[in-house]
């Protein structure tokens, strides 16, 4: 009998956040080691809830959920959706420009299939969120990565990105706030960015999943918000912000020009007909969350969680001697350099394998985000204080002695 074998379109495809590392950390785990996952942004895990009000909202709506829904969304969701735009200043958005999925993941993909031929060109921030270098690829396209330039705080590099533009770009993929750097972009760097899409007709793709998990005063500008000459692609959800990561809600707005992108937007629909519908019981929890309390907020203050949390991580990940990190303003990761003139790491993801081993520690490897050097990697920082000092010593001693 013929080997089956996966399909070529899934050749290039990579998804190392949950790769070959994970895998040796789930035979671990069956052996009965416990292994402190550090490795992706789940909040549950670690007490960080669904608010009760959203949960209550969802288990007291669940008998309306058995149907399908309309294929965009529940209405009301969506309606939640589209007040949230207007707090965020995106004009001129209307329900049917907003589609609900499971997840933003789902959103991706289905977004890069609807606009995609194959060899189409999709400018991506290097670090990146792999998904959407997988997805690109998935479709058919070409990921093409810019710089994001760590002495100038992980902020893109303008002038990187317009290098590599070509007849084949189709659109820019903008971070913001970044996994895995927890870079907060300026108004300015915004503005240059769209400028440079407004020159070569690129479709902007803003993925904002971290909008409302901001430190120390910085503010979060909606990429869409600053102009509507351009095709946006806005992506969020309750996965991040509602701490609800297994809800699987997201949602996909579309604005500025859709006028010149009627085709497209059919696309979408087509695309988003075929699956029916997204999660229903989910959508229930949508309009709670966007119009209810913003727990969120105080979880990032001083005091808060997230706040003291990032901050014992970010001073002991520093005092390691090679060490170095740029102080993350978003998000729930930091992103540290190893120095090479102190520890010689030539592979990084055997570096992440073997302190699983030996320390039953899982973080990701810096390559992993299509970054092209062995020198990073990414920490979540979502166990309370005393689980993450334990853990950064353990990184601390096991960084002191290795040797590839």
């Known amino acids: 009998m013929l080997e089956v074998k996966k399909s070529n379109k899934l050749q290039h495809v990579c998804y190392e956040i949950r790769g070959q590392v994970l895998e040796e950390a789930k035979r671990l785990e069956e052996e009965g080691h416990r292994i402190l996952k550090l490795n992706i942004g789940n909040p549950a895990p670690f007490g960080f809830d669904v608010p009760d009000e959203i949960q209550q909202d969802v288990i007291y709506n669940l008998s309306h959920a058995q149907g399908y829904a309309d294929s965009k969304g529940l209405f009301s969701a969506r309606k939640a959706v589209q007040h949230y735009t207007q707090q965020c200043g995106i ?24 606009l995609l031929n194959t060899n189409d060109e999709v400018l991506i921030p290097s670090p990146d969120y792999p998904l959407w270098t997988a997805a690109v690829t998935l479709s058919s396209g070409r990921a093409v990565h810019y710089s994001c330039d760590e002495q100038s705080d992980w902020f ?38 769209l400028e440079v899409a407004r020159r070569h007709k690129l479709i902007v793709l803003a993925d904002e999943i971290y909008d409302k998990i901001l430190y120390d ?6 990429l869409a918000s600053l102009a509507d ?14 701490r609800a990561a297994g809800y699987r ?13 009627g085709d497209f937007i059919e696309g979408l629909t087509m695309l988003s007909s075929m699956r029916l ?20 907020n105080d979880l990032v203050a001083p005091g808060g969680r997230l706040y003291e949390q990032r901050n014992t991580a970010y001073d002991l990940i520093t005092q390691i001697p090679g060490v ?26 055997l570096m992440v394998l073997d302190l699983l081993k030996q320390e039953r520690i899982l973080i990701v490897q810096g390559s992993a985000f299509n970054l092209d050097d062995q020198q ?6 979502l166990p309370r204080v005393d689980e993450l000092t334990s853990a950064v010593e353990r990184i601390e001693h096991f960084l002191k002695g290795y040797d590839q």
Not at 249 to 261: D, F, P, Q, T
Request: some cysteine; hydrophobic content about 40%.
């Open 217 to 222: 005063g910085a503010q979060h500008i909606s």
């Open 249 to 261: 809600a997201g949602w996909m707005i579309v604005s500025g020009a859709k006028l010149r992108a």
């Open 156 to 193: 893109p590099d303008v002038a990187d990105i317009e290098s590599k533009i070509t007849d084949r770009t189709r659109a820019i993929v903008i971070i913001n706030p970044n996994n895995p750097t927890g870079a907060v972009y300026s108004r300015d760097i915004l503005e240059q960015i």
């Open 376 to 381: 990073h990697f990414r920490l979540v920082f």
């Open 324 to 349: 170095s990190c740029v102080k993350p303003k978003g998000a729930m990761y930091l992103f540290p350099k190893i120095d090479p003139n102190v520890l010689k790491i030539r592979n990084d993801e």
């Open 229 to 242: 000459d351009l095709l946006f692609l806005t992506f969020n959800g309750l996965s991040k912000n509602y």
């Open 91 to 114: 004009a001129n958005v209307d329900i049917e420009d907003i589609y609900l999925g499971n997840g933003v993941s789902e959103l991706i993909v289905m977004s890069m299939q609807a």
């Open 277 to 296: 519908c997204s999660n229903v019981p989910a959508q229930l929890g949508i309009q709670t969350a966007l119009g209810g309390y913003q727990s969120i």
